[in-house]
């Protein structure tokens, strides 16, 4: 069955970067997108970016470009989200999520992994 | 780029039909049939409901459907259990500078 594994929760200081990783399984890793969504405590989701895990390929939300560095390995099938010069608003749970075969939509999610950006 | 307009909360009585509205501009909910919805528990993943505007994926039940009017697209659950009452976001596809763009939310509550 198809599993999305993220790495566990994060505390880091404001000017620091987090390294999140997805590790799947179920699925040819290489053949659907990986898209990275964060939902800040309280709000709702908000859509960061994907990466294409066959090319490497990557397109990040505007508001996210030059401090998001999303990637992947192929050999160990992970996803990974790099997010640099973190502040208390980037103080939230980020998911990845696969998009699904037929496009547009995300049908597999990562549990989620709470970051925590505090002095 | 704003978020899609949805109903901050929406209620109903167990057995009951509601519906979730989610609107948007001729440049993504009008624009394209790449409308999908997702259910969320707290402290939980998002689940995929609906894809496609009205597509169902496999194990969710028929009691949720999905349909689009011009900018609006709408999330209908009929004979409201217990176990549905969650949040609710859509999600669609766009031609702006961000491909994809959330809903603002809906909490739903079943009274």
């Known amino acids: 069955q198809v599993q999305l594994v993220q790495s566990g929760a994060e505390v880091k200081k404001p000017g620091a970067s987090v390294k999140v990783s997805c590790k799947t399984s179920g699925y040819t890793f290489a053949d659907y997108y990986m898209h990275w969504v964060r939902q800040a405590p309280g709000q709702g989701l908000e859509w960061m970016g994907w990466?294409?895990?066959?090319?490497?390929?990557?397109s990040y939300s505007q508001k996210f470009q030059g401090r998001v560095t999303m990637t992947r390995d192929t050999s160990i099938t992970t996803a990974y989200m790099d997010l640099s010069s973190l502040t208390s608003d980037d103080t939230a749970v980020y998911f990845c999520?696969?998009?699904?075969?037929?496009?547009?939509?995300?049908?597999?999610w990562g549990q989620g992994t709470l970051v925590t950006v505090s002095s | 780029q704003s978020a899609l307009t949805q109903p901050a909360s929406v209620s109903g009585s167990p057995g009951q039909s509601i519906t979730i509205s989610c609107t948007g501009t001729?440049?993504?909910?009008?624009?394209?049939?790449?409308v999908s919805w997702y259910q969320q528990h707290p402290g939980k993943a998002p689940k995929l409901m609906i894809y496609d505007v009205s597509n169902r994926p496999s194990g969710v039940s028929n009691r949720f459907s999905g349909s689009k009017s011009g900018n609006t697209a709408s999330l209908t659950i009929s004979g409201l259990q217990a176990e549905d009452e969650a949040d609710y976001y859509c999600n669609s596809f766009t031609d702006k500078s961000n491909p994809y763009v959330f809903g603002t939310g809906t909490k739903v509550t079943v009274l």
């Open positions: 999520a696969r998009e699904g075969a037929t496009l547009r939509h995300c049908d597999y």
């Open positions: 990466v294409n895990p066959n090319s490497g390929d990557t």
């Open positions: 001729s440049s993504d909910v009008g624009g394209y049939n790449y």
